[in-house]
């Protein structure tokens, strides 16, 4: 597997950074983490894992340093707004870590635009883009850390920032106002590169998180319920349907590829289903 050597490029430590290696171990790599070292080697594939400042990925996958990175679509898009020469695309969506780029002011402000204010943001160029095209005059200050605070040591009116739980606004007395982004983790590789050589560890990748919101479900039922039950099972392409012991009983087992809650359950109990199993499901290759 995996004959020439393929380098991945993840964050060493932050919002990326337990998600990416999960993916990675779910996908069959074996590895163990040293803290503080920039390398570490796969021991049963053909991968090196470079664990690096998540700023610098996209430079690392654009000059061939790594083959594939996994980095924020956020910081990924605040990158090629600002910097042309770099050639990286994205591959596939993770699916985790997933936020959104806001605006945001505080609660007892009284301004009702972005219009002739100061905006304090860490995505200057996603900010100017989006002002640009909305065709809004203000002006962007770049702050790395703490953006959240800005409002009140009177440096800026509205902020820009990341908001995922939404509890750091809270905290700070700050609402959202528009969206500029929705960002979730991407994989990247250089523009252009073969990507035959890590075709099959995307396929991994992808299938893990085919898997992730997966899940096996098994009932039995009476016949004169079949029909409705399988309506009822979320994302479940084609069930099989077992005749049991017990006359016009059967089985029904089907792959649901959309969440299955206890509400989801519930309904199907009402629904004549009996003995409803929900089983996780960890890997699919289709
Ligand atoms: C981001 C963002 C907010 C927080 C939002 O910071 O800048 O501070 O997360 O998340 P919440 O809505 O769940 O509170 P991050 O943790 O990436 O760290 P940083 O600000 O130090 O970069
Ligand atoms: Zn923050």
């Known amino acids: 597997m995996f004959n020439k050597k393929i380098t991945i490029a993840i964050q060493s430590k932050g919002r990326l950074y337990e998600e990416s290696k999960k993916l990675l171990s779910n996908s069959g790599i074996s590895f163990r983490i040293i803290e503080n070292r920039l390398l570490t080697r796969a021991s049963n594939v053909n991968v090196d894992i470079l664990q690096v400042r998540d700023d610098d990925i996209p430079s690392l996958v654009s000059n061939k340093v790594a083959d594939l990175g996994i980095v924020g679509k956020n910081l990924l898009d605040e ?24 605006f945001a002011k505080p609660k007892d402000s009284t301004t009702e635009s972005l219009n002739n204010k100061i905006i304090a943001s860490s995505y200057p160029n996603l900010v100017n883009q989006y002002l640009k095209q909305n065709k809004i005059k203000a002006d962007v200050i770049k702050i790395n850390g ?127 289903a009996s003995s409803v199993l929900v089983l996780p499901v960890e890997k699919i290759l289709n």
Not at 81 to 88: N, T
Not at 161 to 189: F, K, Q, R, Y
Not at 225 to 249: A, D, F, R, V, W
């Open 79 to 102: 990158q090629l707004a600002g910097d042309k020469s770099l050639s990286v695309k994205e591959i596939i969506n993770l699916g985790f870590s997933k936020c959104k780029l806001c």
């Open 146 to 272: 703490s953006v959240e605070l800005t409002p009140y040591i009177g440096i800026a009116d509205y902020i820009c920032d990341l908001v995922s739980s939404g509890a750091t606004l809270e905290a700070n007395n700050l609402e959202a106002t528009e969206t500029l982004m929705e960002s979730e983790a991407v994989l990247i590789s250089s523009n252009d590169v073969d990507d035959t050589n890590f075709f099959d560890l995307v396929n991994r990748f992808k299938g893990v998180i085919n898997a992730k919101d997966s899940k096996y479900v098994m009932l039995n039922c009476d016949e004169s319920n079949i029909k409705k039950i399988c309506s009822l099972l979320p994302g479940s392409e084609s069930p099989t349907i077992i005749p049991l012991e017990q006359k016009n009983k059967f089985a029904i087992h089907a792959l649901c590829k959309e969440p299955v809650f206890w509400e989801t359950m519930e309904e199907l109990k009402e629904n004549g």
